[in-house]
Protein backbone atom coordinates (compact mmCIF):
# COMPACT_ATOMS: atom_id res chain seq x y z
CA UNK A 1 0.00 0.00 0.00
CA UNK A 2 1.35 3.50 -0.68
CA UNK A 3 0.94 5.60 2.36
CA UNK A 4 1.93 9.48 1.23
CA UNK A 5 1.94 12.56 3.87
CA UNK A 6 1.32 15.98 1.97
CA UNK A 7 3.93 17.87 2.24
CA UNK A 8 1.80 21.20 1.92
CA UNK A 9 0.07 20.24 5.44
CA UNK A 10 1.30 21.64 8.67
CA UNK A 11 1.90 24.67 10.67
CA UNK A 12 1.83 27.69 8.85
CA UNK A 13 3.97 30.10 9.21
CA UNK A 14 2.66 31.84 12.18
CA UNK A 15 2.11 28.84 13.89
CA UNK A 16 5.87 27.43 13.79
CA UNK A 17 7.05 30.91 14.98
CA UNK A 18 4.87 31.07 18.28
CA UNK A 19 6.15 27.73 18.96
CA UNK A 20 9.22 28.04 18.44
CA UNK A 21 9.48 31.03 20.67
CA UNK A 22 7.42 29.10 23.16
CA UNK A 23 10.27 26.56 23.19
CA UNK A 24 13.14 28.89 23.03
CA UNK A 25 11.84 30.42 26.08
CA UNK A 26 10.92 27.20 28.54
CA UNK A 27 14.72 26.57 27.62
CA UNK A 28 15.29 29.55 29.71
CA UNK A 29 12.91 29.58 32.49
CA UNK A 30 11.18 26.31 34.46
CA UNK A 31 7.53 28.19 33.66
CA UNK A 32 5.73 30.33 30.90
CA UNK A 33 1.80 30.54 30.49
CA UNK A 34 0.31 30.95 27.81
CA UNK A 35 -3.26 32.74 26.91
CA UNK A 36 -5.56 30.42 25.88
CA UNK A 37 -4.52 27.01 23.43
CA UNK A 38 -1.20 28.38 21.63
CA UNK A 39 -2.43 25.93 18.70
CA UNK A 40 -5.89 24.11 18.17
CA UNK A 41 -4.29 20.40 18.35
CA UNK A 42 -4.72 18.80 21.40
CA UNK A 43 -1.74 16.91 20.56
CA UNK A 44 0.90 19.45 20.37
CA UNK A 45 -0.43 21.36 23.65
CA UNK A 46 -0.28 18.26 25.35
CA UNK A 47 3.62 18.00 24.63
CA UNK A 48 4.13 21.65 25.26
CA UNK A 49 2.85 20.90 28.41
CA UNK A 50 5.30 18.44 29.44
CA UNK A 51 7.99 21.19 28.65
CA UNK A 52 6.41 23.88 31.37
CA UNK A 53 4.33 25.39 29.24
CA UNK A 54 0.67 26.45 31.13
CA UNK A 55 -2.19 27.80 29.39
CA UNK A 56 -4.83 29.81 31.04
CA UNK A 57 -7.47 31.52 29.99
CA UNK A 58 -8.48 35.45 30.62
CA UNK A 59 -10.04 35.03 33.58
CA UNK A 60 -6.85 33.47 34.94
CA UNK A 61 -4.60 36.07 33.23
CA UNK A 62 -6.54 39.02 34.68
CA UNK A 63 -5.34 37.38 38.08
CA UNK A 64 -1.96 36.81 37.08
CA UNK A 65 1.12 38.94 38.45
CA UNK A 66 4.75 39.43 37.67
CA UNK A 67 5.15 36.39 35.38
CA UNK A 68 5.45 35.61 31.63
CA UNK A 69 2.94 35.42 29.28
CA UNK A 70 3.41 33.92 25.72
CA UNK A 71 0.38 35.70 23.48
CA UNK A 72 0.00 33.23 20.36
CA UNK A 73 -0.20 33.67 16.95
CA UNK A 74 -4.05 34.56 17.27
CA UNK A 75 -3.14 38.15 18.04
CA UNK A 76 -4.65 39.83 21.03
CA UNK A 77 -6.80 43.29 21.71
CA UNK A 78 -5.43 46.72 23.43
CA UNK A 79 -7.16 45.51 26.26
CA UNK A 80 -4.87 42.73 27.13
CA UNK A 81 -1.58 44.84 26.65
CA UNK A 82 -3.54 46.83 29.25
CA UNK A 83 -4.12 44.28 31.99
CA UNK A 84 -0.46 42.82 31.18
CA UNK A 85 1.01 46.65 32.13
CA UNK A 86 -1.37 46.93 35.32
CA UNK A 87 -0.10 43.52 36.63
CA UNK A 88 3.40 43.68 35.42
CA UNK A 89 3.32 40.88 33.59
CA UNK A 90 6.21 40.66 30.86
CA UNK A 91 4.69 39.74 27.49
CA UNK A 92 6.51 37.21 24.34
CA UNK A 93 3.98 37.97 21.94
CA UNK A 94 3.97 35.93 19.36
CA UNK A 95 1.21 37.79 17.22
CA UNK A 96 1.53 36.19 13.53
CA UNK A 97 3.03 39.09 11.78
CA UNK A 98 0.29 38.86 9.32
CA UNK A 99 -2.25 39.20 11.84
CA UNK A 100 -0.40 42.56 13.54
CA UNK A 101 -0.61 43.93 10.50
CA UNK A 102 -3.96 43.55 9.62
CA UNK A 103 -4.77 44.97 13.23
CA UNK A 104 -2.68 48.25 12.68
CA UNK A 105 -4.29 48.40 9.22
CA UNK A 106 -7.94 48.36 11.10
CA UNK A 107 -6.40 50.86 14.00
CA UNK A 108 -5.51 53.21 11.56
CA UNK A 109 -8.80 53.17 9.72
CA UNK A 110 -10.92 53.32 12.93
CA UNK A 111 -8.62 56.01 14.39
CA UNK A 112 -9.28 58.00 11.12
CA UNK A 113 -13.28 57.96 11.75
CA UNK A 114 -13.44 60.00 14.61
CA UNK A 115 -17.05 60.65 13.87
CA UNK A 116 -18.00 57.00 13.11
CA UNK A 117 -18.84 57.47 10.00
CA UNK A 118 -17.55 54.05 8.04
CA UNK A 119 -19.26 50.55 9.09
CA UNK A 120 -16.06 48.41 9.95
CA UNK A 121 -16.63 45.38 8.84
CA UNK A 122 -15.20 41.72 9.53
CA UNK A 123 -15.34 39.09 7.47
CA UNK A 124 -14.85 35.82 10.31
CA UNK A 125 -16.13 33.77 12.98
CA UNK A 126 -17.56 35.28 15.82
CA UNK A 127 -15.91 34.27 18.93
CA UNK A 128 -12.73 33.40 17.41
CA UNK A 129 -9.02 34.43 18.65
CA UNK A 130 -8.09 36.32 16.17
CA UNK A 131 -11.54 38.14 15.61
CA UNK A 132 -11.67 39.38 18.95
CA UNK A 133 -8.37 40.67 18.39
CA UNK A 134 -9.36 42.45 15.36
CA UNK A 135 -12.72 43.72 16.69
CA UNK A 136 -11.04 45.02 19.88
CA UNK A 137 -8.87 47.51 17.36
CA UNK A 138 -12.36 49.63 17.14
CA UNK A 139 -13.53 49.65 20.96
CA UNK A 140 -15.68 46.71 20.11
CA UNK A 141 -17.93 48.48 17.05
CA UNK A 142 -16.73 46.37 14.29
CA UNK A 143 -19.31 44.57 12.47
CA UNK A 144 -18.75 40.62 11.86
CA UNK A 145 -20.37 38.75 9.53
CA UNK A 146 -19.36 34.73 8.99
CA UNK A 147 -20.86 34.57 5.68
CA UNK A 148 -22.11 36.40 2.70
CA UNK A 149 -25.60 36.27 3.72
CA UNK A 150 -24.81 37.79 6.51
CA UNK A 151 -23.65 40.89 5.03
CA UNK A 152 -27.86 42.04 4.32
CA UNK A 153 -27.48 43.06 8.38
CA UNK A 154 -25.33 46.03 6.71
CA UNK A 155 -26.80 49.71 6.89
CA UNK A 156 -26.05 50.10 2.85
CA UNK A 157 -27.07 53.73 2.99
CA UNK A 158 -23.60 54.52 5.24
CA UNK A 159 -20.10 53.87 4.26
CA UNK A 160 -18.85 50.41 4.37
CA UNK A 161 -14.99 49.17 5.17
CA UNK A 162 -14.35 45.78 4.55
CA UNK A 163 -11.61 43.18 6.07
CA UNK A 164 -11.17 39.86 6.50
CA UNK A 165 -9.92 37.18 8.96
CA UNK A 166 -6.54 35.89 7.33
CA UNK A 167 -7.80 32.36 7.50
CA UNK A 168 -11.48 32.81 5.79
CA UNK A 169 -12.17 31.19 2.25
CA UNK A 170 -11.39 33.69 -0.58
CA UNK A 171 -14.80 32.48 -2.15
CA UNK A 172 -16.20 33.62 0.41
CA UNK A 173 -14.97 36.75 0.82
CA UNK A 174 -15.37 37.34 -2.98
CA UNK A 175 -19.11 36.55 -2.58
CA UNK A 176 -19.43 39.06 0.58
CA UNK A 177 -17.82 41.78 -1.68
CA UNK A 178 -20.33 41.24 -4.64
CA UNK A 179 -23.31 40.95 -1.95
CA UNK A 180 -22.65 44.32 -0.77
CA UNK A 181 -21.53 45.85 -4.21
CA UNK A 182 -25.06 44.86 -5.43
CA UNK A 183 -26.70 46.58 -2.13
CA UNK A 184 -24.89 49.57 -1.20
CA UNK A 185 -26.64 52.88 -2.58
CA UNK A 186 -24.75 55.35 -4.57
CA UNK A 187 -24.48 57.81 -2.04
CA UNK A 188 -22.10 55.48 0.40
CA UNK A 189 -18.29 54.34 -0.64
CA UNK A 190 -17.69 50.83 -0.12
CA UNK A 191 -13.72 49.82 0.02
CA UNK A 192 -12.63 46.30 0.59
CA UNK A 193 -9.37 44.49 1.01
CA UNK A 194 -8.34 41.18 0.87
CA UNK A 195 -6.26 40.38 4.10
CA UNK A 196 -6.54 36.72 3.47
CA UNK A 197 -2.94 34.87 4.48
CA UNK A 198 -2.25 33.14 1.24
CA UNK A 199 -0.04 30.69 2.99
CA UNK A 200 -3.56 29.58 3.85
CA UNK A 201 -5.64 30.31 0.97
CA UNK A 202 -3.67 28.68 -1.26
CA UNK A 203 -4.13 25.01 0.45
CA UNK A 204 -7.70 24.71 -0.80
CA UNK A 205 -7.04 23.73 -4.04
CA UNK A 206 -3.93 21.87 -3.43
CA UNK A 207 -5.74 19.77 -0.43
CA UNK A 208 -8.21 19.17 -2.93
CA UNK A 209 -5.71 17.91 -5.61
CA UNK A 210 -3.98 15.91 -2.83
CA UNK A 211 -7.33 13.89 -1.42
CA UNK A 212 -8.23 13.12 -5.29
CA UNK A 213 -4.94 10.77 -5.91
CA UNK A 214 -5.89 8.75 -3.03
CA UNK A 215 -8.25 5.86 -2.57
CA UNK A 216 -8.25 6.75 1.44
CA UNK A 217 -7.67 9.98 3.39
CA UNK A 218 -6.36 10.77 6.90
CA UNK A 219 -7.34 14.04 7.99
CA UNK A 220 -4.85 15.19 10.99
CA UNK A 221 -6.51 17.35 13.04
CA UNK A 222 -7.75 19.29 16.84
CA UNK A 223 -11.24 19.39 17.04
CA UNK A 224 -11.34 23.50 17.57
CA UNK A 225 -9.52 24.02 14.63
CA UNK A 226 -11.61 26.08 12.29
CA UNK A 227 -9.40 26.12 9.48
CA UNK A 228 -9.22 22.50 9.94
CA UNK A 229 -12.83 22.15 9.51
CA UNK A 230 -12.54 24.25 6.06
CA UNK A 231 -10.00 21.84 5.08
CA UNK A 232 -11.86 18.79 5.51
CA UNK A 233 -14.46 19.82 3.92
CA UNK A 234 -12.43 20.30 0.84
CA UNK A 235 -10.99 16.99 1.10
CA UNK A 236 -14.61 15.31 1.05
CA UNK A 237 -15.97 17.43 -1.28
CA UNK A 238 -13.31 15.66 -3.91
CA UNK A 239 -13.29 12.05 -1.67
CA UNK A 240 -16.08 10.79 -0.04
CA UNK A 241 -13.75 7.91 1.81
CA UNK A 242 -11.78 11.12 3.83
CA UNK A 243 -12.00 10.39 7.46
CA UNK A 244 -10.89 13.29 10.56
CA UNK A 245 -9.15 11.82 13.29
CA UNK A 246 -7.30 13.46 16.31
CA UNK A 247 -4.35 10.43 16.58
CA UNK A 248 -3.00 7.47 15.21
CA UNK A 249 -5.18 5.61 17.75
CA UNK A 250 -8.27 6.84 16.22
CA UNK A 251 -7.43 4.91 12.69
CA UNK A 252 -9.64 2.59 11.97
CA UNK A 253 -8.19 -0.73 9.66
CA UNK A 254 -12.15 -1.36 8.25
CA UNK A 255 -10.98 2.19 6.54
CA UNK A 256 -8.21 0.57 4.77
CA UNK A 257 -10.29 -2.35 3.25
CA UNK A 258 -9.36 -2.77 -0.45
CA UNK A 259 -6.96 0.26 -0.20
CA UNK A 260 -4.42 0.80 -2.18
CA UNK A 261 -3.02 4.05 -1.14
CA UNK A 262 -3.77 6.66 1.30
CA UNK A 263 -2.70 9.67 2.08
CA UNK A 264 -2.31 11.69 5.29
CA UNK A 265 -2.94 15.26 5.50
CA UNK A 266 -3.89 17.59 7.94
CA UNK A 267 -4.70 21.60 9.18
CA UNK A 268 -2.18 24.42 9.76
CA UNK A 269 -2.42 23.34 13.22
CA UNK A 270 -1.25 20.09 12.61
CA UNK A 271 2.43 19.46 13.81
CA UNK A 272 4.56 17.28 11.04
CA UNK A 273 5.11 14.19 14.08
CA UNK A 274 1.29 13.64 14.48
CA UNK A 275 1.11 12.59 10.90
CA UNK A 276 4.33 10.91 10.97
CA UNK A 277 2.73 8.91 13.00
CA UNK A 278 -0.17 7.95 11.68
CA UNK A 279 1.82 7.00 9.07
CA UNK A 280 3.45 4.42 11.85
CA UNK A 281 0.00 3.59 13.16
CA UNK A 282 -0.98 2.08 9.30
CA UNK A 283 2.03 0.16 8.75
CA UNK A 284 1.51 -1.06 12.21
CA UNK A 285 -1.83 -2.10 11.28
CA UNK A 286 -0.95 -3.66 8.06
CA UNK A 287 1.82 -5.89 9.69
CA UNK A 288 -0.46 -7.42 12.16
CA UNK A 289 -3.10 -7.88 9.62
CA UNK A 290 -0.94 -9.55 7.24
Not at 75 to 103: K, M, S, W
Amino acid sequence: MKIEIDEGSGFCFGVTRAIRMAEEELQRSNCLYCLGDIVHNGQECSRLQQLGLVTIEHAGFDELHEAKVLLRAHGEPPATYQRATQNHLELIDATCPVVLHLQERIKREYDNDPERRKQIVIFGKNGHAEVLGLVGQTEGTAIVIETPEEASKLDFSRDICLYSQTTKSLDGFRQTVEHIQQHILPTATFYYYDTICRQVANRMPHIREFASRHDVVLFVCGKKSSNGKALFAQCLSVNPHSYMIDAASDIDMRWLTDCSSVGICGATSTPKWLMEECKVRIEELLGSHE
